[in-house]
């Protein structure tokens, strides 16, 4: 996890560096940022329906989201902590879309900040929570400030993806004690595969969550969860993960992704029913979609 000041720090110092692995996959990183931002404007784009609205992009780093909106007639306030990250904003804004544009931005941490209630039709937060020390507060801002019916989109690192294998018999081979010396086993077939070493888990990352932990911080906050859509899936080469791009608005994208994004929409009354809440596992309703 990353330490507070890891946290604060890291994009004030990596703002470029991040970018060009996010959006043009320099350091053979995979383009995570142009997938997320492909995605978040398609969802934006269908709850738009032809209307202009006003949008909020919570962490909005270099601004390309904030920039893509603004070039469809949408209202946006990208707020970021990192100076850097805003340097670079204001940079593709003046870029892109002139002195005269429809984009505000704010410079701080969005969570010692009090933002207009009732106001924003979508609140969108991409690749933020993981850095955020109480993942409560997006959705208490999105609570606040959303209009009743607005959307809250959420991109996370996907926890359930520490558990990709799909094997019937992987309890009894944890229960057994083998686990770590088979994930061995696989990486060595990885590595003599792709003639790459197996890649190494950072020191510092950013926190994981849960689609039952967003659906259940959704619920305490009056917002209903709408869909789940996986984002960057993983399967050992480029080549087989792009085939799995034509599933990622399946839940069951969520099971080889290590990166999804949520959509949950304040519910009219900030209340939601029995019926809709429902039992059992959270993705029933979500994997009949
Ligand atoms: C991984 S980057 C994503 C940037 C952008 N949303 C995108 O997808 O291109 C995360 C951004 O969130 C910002 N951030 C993290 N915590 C924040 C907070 N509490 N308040 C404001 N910005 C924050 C960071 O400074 C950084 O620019």
Redesign the pocket.
């Known amino acids: 996890m990353y330490g507070e000041m890891m946290?604060?720090e890291?994009?004030?110092t990596n703002?470029k560096d991040?970018?060009e692995g996010?959006?043009e996959g320099k350091r053979n990183l995979y383009p995570?940022?142009v997938h997320?931002?492909r995605i978040?404007k398609d969802i934006i784009t269908e709850y738009a329906d032809g209307k202009t609205l006003k949008i909020l992009?919570?962490?909005?780093?270099?601004?390309?989201?904030c920039v893509e909106l603004a070039k469809r007639g949408h209202t946006v306030h990208g707020?970021?902590?990192?100076y850097?990250?805003?340097t670079l904003s204001r940079q593709l804004i003046h870029e892109q879309l002139g002195k005269s544009n429809n984009i505000k931005l704010s410079y701080?941490?969005?969570?010692?900040?009090t933002f207009k209630k009732n106001h924003y039709d979508v609140i969108?937060?991409?690749?933020?929570i993981?850095?955020?020390?109480d993942k409560k507060?997006l959705f208490t801002l999105a609570k606040q400030s959303l209009k009743p019916g607005g959307l809250l989109i959420i991109?996370c690192r996907n926890r359930l993806f520490n558990m990709f294998p799909t094997s019937i018999y992987i309890e009894d081979e944890i229960s057994g004690g083998n686990a770590n010396h088979l994930i061995r086993e696989i990486r060595n077939i990885y590595s003599l595969y792709t003639k790459k070493p197996f890649p190494k888990k950072p020191k510092e990352s950013?926190s994981q969550q849960t689609p039952d932990e967003m659906i259940a911080l959704g619920k305490e906050n009056g917002l209903e969860t709408l869909s789940f859509r996986g984002v960057h899936p993983h399967f050992f080469t480029k080549e087989l993960s792009a085939r799995l791009l034509e599933y990622e608005d399946s839940p069951l994208s969520l099971i080889w992704s290590s990166v999804f994004i949520v959509t949950l929409k304040k519910t009219t009354d900030g209340l939601i029913t029995k019926r809709k809440q429902g039992g059992g596992s959270c993705h029933e309703s979500h994997l009949h979609n």
Do not use: H, T
Request: glycine share 16%; proline share 2%.
């Open positions: 946290r604060e890291y994009f004030k703002a991040w970018m996010a959006y995570v940022g997320r931002l978040a992009d919570v962490g909005c780093g270099g601004g390309k989201l707020i970021d902590q990192s850097q990250m805003l701080g941490n969005f969570e010692s900040r969108v937060a991409l690749g933020v993981g850095y955020i020390k507060s991109s950013p």
